[in-house]
């Protein structure tokens, strides 16, 4: 078998060859270079909403998960995008959205996305106070997993000395 079966099968039936995953949202891998392909007034947005993030949560880990610019720390946090007609955070959970529904009414919202445009970004410091309250449920969602790992070894221990 060919080490590149998809571009083999595209010379010998004439389809074109897949692209790689991460090409269906632009190829990036870093946030630098999903900013680059950005309108300038969207990279501004974003460019500043990243600064702000990683100001809330230095120890989080700059990714690129689901084709966008995120920060991972103990889970995902939260992750940031454009679209042609405006911006979004992603909280990366169903629920923060909703826990700062009055500070976002004047946003479109969803589950996960808080929607925004280049001309009327989200507060500084509201960001901060997203990002804060996703740490801190990342943080005790580890430690509910980590303390659930303690037990499941120890009941392999207690069943190993039987």
Known sequence: MPANRTADRATTTGARPRRPRSSAYGGATTHAQYLARLEPDQRAALARLLKVIHEAAP???????????????????????????????????????????SELAGYSTSAGTIRFTPDAPLPPSLVRRIVKARVAENLADAKVRRATKAEKLEAKKRVKKR
Request: proline share 5%; aromatic share 6%; net charge neutral.
């Open 59 to 101: 120890a989080a880990e700059a990714v690129i998960s689901y084709g966008i610019p995120a920060f991972r720390l103990d889970g995902m946090l939260v992750g940031v995008a454009a679209s042609s007609k405006h911006c979004a955070l992603h909280p990366m959970n169903n629920t923060t959205v909703a826990g700062f529904s």
